[in-house]
């Protein structure tokens, strides 16, 4: 059993001082605020404790691909253009440099804050497109680089098997995605046995131009339980083919024709009608959001106010790893708010700290994302924790109400001192455990990779 004791915790009902929180295997068993800290307790003394967040949406390979694709090309560049370049990239990945990617954004994403991570896993073939002797050999991949680091895993394989609507034929740098149905269920039975106990697993059908309505339905149908998630209206050109294949924008669709619910999360959902802006929220999905993402690629903004005013649901994905910075993300969905509408504070409520807003909402919805008990300290929860050092120049004036809106505001990201991700202790004095190690192996995979590019 782990004892933590801290001066301040935040609880499902607000801030707490003097706060002793046990964990016994994997899960928090008690919560007492206003408690002494006995001898054998983990004093995090000048630390205030929160529950560590779950970073709904991500695509590791994509790490290696940061700051290569930031140099304009001859016609305008676009999210379709940088997809060009990212499937150029992907074809000359091999397994062990999948694995050794994934447990370097996984390092970065413990030492951001995240506890656990949803991988949107779309990568599942040999170079050249055909299947592995074991064709989870990459799942197993991603599997491994979560264990080694520590990360809470919930594993998506993803359902490709189209390069647009109509049914078009996959491209040549599509061909390591491509799976029909009854393979890609192949490949999430052959994945479950090798997650670890707190590991989750679900299914994405990767969006309405790359499956079709049957082919979602049939996944429904395969995974009774557990999390679905889909990317839709990242782009106006999707909603564009979209509408002209099925005379319904992405969002509608999923609505009126797949039924989405609390299980969903839609990835993106940057283009939406005021009336799927409402249809959205009122379902119970999440909205995954990943604003760093979403203005790399020139994606758009989010209706967010509008869908926190039907009580919508979101959360925040690190998705191409461009820069993985967990108060970024939500200081970056605040500010393109403010930007657009001209306002300052918009997404909370009057009088309301905007830090601890999104901080909490995110927390629920990646949770609920995720499948994954986490997101608040309370007994039976995972022990999903990150400490922040109340020491750091920019925390140590500010007030226990004001520590979120320094994080996220005023540049301490580098105040997360402590990680843990059930229970595993994997972030100490702001540094993963194992970071030398893991950093060591990426840095001998990318010269591998540049030199076959």
Known sequence: MTALWAPEALLPDGWAENVRVTIQGGRIASVVAGADADGDDRRLTGRALLPAMANLHSHTFQRAMAGMTERRGDTDDSFWTWRDLMYRFVGALEPAEIEAIAAFAFVEMLE????????????????????????????????????????????????????GTGGRALSYGQRRFGNDTDSLLRIADAARPALAEDGGLGVAPHSLRAVSLDQIADLKAAFPHGPLHIHAAEQTAEVEAIVAAHSARPVELLLDRVGIDERWCVVHATHMTDGETRGLALSGAVAGLCPITEANLGDGLFNATDFMAARGAFGVGTDSNVEIALAGELRLLEYGQRI????????????????????????????????????????????????????????????????????????????????????RHMVQDGRHVGRHTVAQRYTTAMKQIVDRL
């Open 340 to 423: 657009h509408h001209r306002a300052r504070n918009v997404m909370s409520g009057r009088g309301a700290s905007t830090g601890e807003m999104l901080y909490r909402t995110a927390l629920a919805g990646g949770a609920k994302a995720l499948g994954r008990d986490c997101g608040a300290i309370a007994p039976g929860m995972r022990g999903d924790l990150v400490a922040l050092d109340r020491t750091h120049e920019t925390l140590a004036p500010l007030t226990t109400g004001q520590m979120l809106d320094g994080f996220i505001f005023a540049g301490s990201a580098k105040a997360v001192a402590d990680v843990w991700s059930a229970g």
């Open 112 to 163: 951001a804050g995240y506890g656990s991570v949803a991988e949107f896993h779309y990568l599942h073939h040999q170079r050249d497109g055909t299947s592995y002797g074991n064709p989870a050999e990459l799942s197993h991949r991603i599997i491994a680089a979560a264990t080694e680091t520590g990360i809470g895993l919930t594993l998506l394989p993803v359902l490709y098997t189209y390069a």
